[in-house]
């Protein structure tokens, strides 16, 4: 996930000077309010979170692949994912009659390639089948 800064029509500067003047102001209260200092000690973070919350945000982007699916073959399994952009690979869990599992996985490919396909190992059976997807 990509983080991004917003055009938020305000210089950088200008923002920490109000954030400035509102955390002066919550001080003043709190000088008035009580003198435990309790308010500011929870109210300032408070609006620092708040304001870091407004200049950053996560942009969804399709770097990854999706569109994915997976399934159990016999004593083996498959993945395919059929857009975006990346890589993944087939990631199967298998158990053998002593309760002991494995997990092996496939190759990996790039979207729109076919699928990635792995088995168990002899004395092993299929137990799930997933995907990991990378950049």
Do not use: H
């Amino acid at each position: 996930m990509n983080i991004k800064l917003i055009n938020i029509g305000v210089k950088i500067q200008d923002f920490f000077s109000k954030l400035a003047t509102v955390i002066t102001k919550i001080r003043q209260a709190n000088t008035k309010l009580t003198r435990s200092g309790k308010l500011a000690t929870l109210a300032i973070p408070a609006v620092m979170l708040a304001s870091s919350i407004s200049l950053f945000q996560a942009t969804p982007t399709f770097a990854t692949p999706y569109n994915c699916s997976a399934g159990i073959v016999q004593n083996g399994g498959w993945a395919t994912c059929n857009n975006g952009s990346g890589q993944y690979r087939v990631a199967i869990g298998c158990k053998n009659i002593f309760g002991f599992y494995e997990n092996p996985v496939g190759p990996w490919k790039n979207v729109g390639q076919g699928s990635s396909n792995v088995s168990c190992s002899f004395g092993y059976s299929i137990q799930w089948a997933g995907y990991n997807l990378r950049d």
